[in-house]
């Protein structure tokens, strides 16, 4: 599984097309979903599946078709300085993997049950965290209309 | 079980895959792609501490990763309004040939 994902991940990166990046990358999303299924977090696997495969996969193909992504381009599909970024993203991962195998917490041994139902999930947001939930509504919505006006057409143009 | 350190590992290669990706790839929507798949990494993060965490039934992690993927949904639509709009008035989405601020 997580070979699947990861192989997921470096396709959706490096394909010239960028239809099928899309496509890797909805195949990395779902990988990532049975991950989450696999830890005992069920609604949020279930949640990962609707957002990612079903709204942002979509809205990706929808944005590449409009700017004639489509197309496969001539030239190298790297930018100039490709070297830098990948170099980058190396040291990173070596930072992260050292870190990962020096610290004690990768020894620890998961809770036996876990109860994590959308019923206690759903307790949860509407006492503790309802001020979180009405907060994401709102930045939700402000995003959407901020969205939609950058998107419109100018006025006077074209 | 799978343990913790594999989880932790599969996340810090999927971020380092999307770092490389955003940093690499000439197409706006492309590098886009490597922000979001930066962010499922950290929520994998999320979701795994909370299941090896010392009490899973405060559902911290849990909720974290909700209100995480929320705000990824809210930026990958201004994103791409962002890009569509910055390809209608350039007529590319290469990021190497955006390189004024007053168009």
Not at chain 2, 23 to 48: D, H, K, P, S, Y
């Amino acid at each position: 599984m997580a070979v699947l994902t990861i192989a997921a991940a470096v396709a959706a990166m490096t394909l010239r097309n960028l239809v099928h990046c899309a496509l890797a990358l909805t195949v990395a999303f779902a990988g990532l979903a049975a991950a989450y299924l696999q830890l005992d977090a069920q609604f949020v696997g279930f949640a990962q599946i609707f957002v990612y495969i079903g709204a942002v996969a979509i809205l990706l193909v929808f944005a590449i078709l409009l700017t004639r992504g489509g197309e496969v381009p001539g030239q190298s599909v790297f930018s100039s300085s490709w070297v830098w970024g990948g170099l980058a993203a190396l040291a990173v991962f070596a930072t992260l993997a050292w870190a990962i195998q020096n610290s004690f917490a990768s020894q620890r041994e998961p809770a036996e049950t876990v109860q994590a139902s959308v019923k206690q999930i759903g307790d949860a947001l509407m006492t503790q965290y309802v001020l979180p939930l009405e907060v994401i509504g709102l930045l939700l919505t402000a995003a959407m209309i901020g969205a939609v006006i950058i998107a419109m057409k100018e006025e006077g143009k074209e | 079980m799978t343990p913790l350190a594999a989880y932790l590992l599969l996340s810090a290669v999927l971020f380092s895959i999307g770092l490389a990706g955003a940093l690499t790839r000439r197409n706006a929507i492309i590098v886009l792609i490597g922000i979001e798949l930066m962010l499922n990494a950290a929520n994998l993060n999320f979701i795994a501490f909370w299941r090896f965490g010392e009490n899973p039934e405060a559902l911290t992690g849990v909720l974290f990763a909700i209100f995480s993927i929320g705000i990824a949904a809210a930026e990958a639509a201004v994103g791409l309004a962002l890009i569509i709009a910055i390809y209608r008035h350039y007529r590319t989405a290469n990021v190497d040939e955006v390189n004024s601020l007053k168009g």
